[in-house]
């Protein structure tokens, strides 16, 4: 439990550790409770009434203190907050009340900003899977949606997609058909990868012994198409191309082929 931070100092100060763990320090505790036992006979009483553990509950911190007769060295603890305000309850004394008390409202007033930077995180996260994926914006929504749910946030604040403009988007196998091309789906996207339309990407299978692979429009593809979202797999996209502009680059492919 190095490198403490101080988070609050008012009843007892209290500290966060690198780790995120809230602690106080024996001593200033002992203080504030105006307990009479000496601190090393009331610290380990009350930490064994408590079955607090060493490197798990609180953490021993070697002092050496200078006084006029010399130097002494002398012991003081680190202690979680948890067992902190059990210890406190043990005075069994409106102090030892009122400093309890003054813990559970510090771990409550931190706990909604540890909550609401974890779920700031998450955000950033779908945001950055959505940007190295190039998923467009109905997928972006789509994502950020079920982000929202999943961690308990109203979505009613989300914008409704609106695709763009009038343009249709299907996937190549339609447009191929539709529009009585020649080449297959097959030889069609692995003419997309060979001329940087389009590129294959891989992830972690679910049952975790294997790769899926999945295709997605490249920086360059994404003048003729958008990635969406699969429908079977999220951790996917799909290829979906503009249905007025296909053709467009069914050409380009094909002479690039010849």
């Given at each position: 439990m ?17 780790t995120?763990e809230k ?7 002992y203080?504030?409770?105006e ?11 009350r930490?064994d009434?408590?079955d ?18 010399g130097?002494?060295?002398s012991?003081?603890y680190?202690?979680?907050l ?8 043990l005075?069994?004394?409106i ?5 309890r008390?003054y813990?559970?409202?510090?771990e409550?007033k ?9 779920i700031e ?5 779908v ?15 789509l994502?950020y949606e079920?982000y929202?749910?999943a961690?308990g946030?109203?979505?009613?604040f989300?914008?409704k ?8 988007m299907?996937?190549s ?8 091309c ?18 294959e ?12 692979k ?16 699969s ?6 996209v799909q ?12 050409t380009?492919?094909?002479k690039?082929?010849?």
């Amino acid at each position: 439990m190095n490198d403490l931070r101080l988070l609050e100092n008012d009843l007892v100060p209290v500290y966060v550790t690198s780790t995120g763990e809230k602690v106080v320090y024996g001593k200033d505790l002992y203080r504030k409770l105006e307990v009479r036992t000496d601190f090393s006979t009331w610290v380990k009483r009350r930490l064994d009434e408590c079955d607090a553990e060493e490197k798990v509950d609180y953490d021993l911190l070697p002092k050496i203190e200078e006084q006029v007769s010399g130097v002494k060295h002398s012991i003081d603890y680190i202690i979680k907050l948890d067992i902190a305000k059990e210890m406190a309850m043990l005075e069994r004394n409106i102090i030892g009340k009122q400093v309890r008390k003054y813990f559970i409202r510090v771990e409550k007033k931190y706990k909604s900003d540890e909550n609401l930077n974890i779920i700031e995180q998450g955000i950033r996260i779908v945001k950055f899977i959505a940007d190295d994926m190039r998923v467009n914006d109905a997928g972006r929504l789509l994502m950020y949606e079920n982000y929202c749910k999943a961690v308990g946030i109203p979505t009613g604040f989300l914008p409704k997609y609106e695709s763009n403009g009038s343009r249709e988007m299907k996937a190549s196998k339609h447009l191929l058909s539709e529009n009585g091309c020649d080449l297959s789906v097959q030889r069609f996207n692995a003419l997309l990868i060979e001329q940087g339309y389009l590129e294959e990407r891989e992830r972690p299978s679910g049952k975790g012994n294997g790769v899926k692979k999945f295709k997605a429009l490249t920086k360059k593809g994404l003048q003729y198409g958008e990635n969406a979202v699969s429908p079977y797999n999220q951790r996917e996209v799909q290829p979906l191309y503009y249905s007025d502009t296909f053709m467009e680059l069914y050409t380009k492919v094909s002479k690039g082929n010849d």
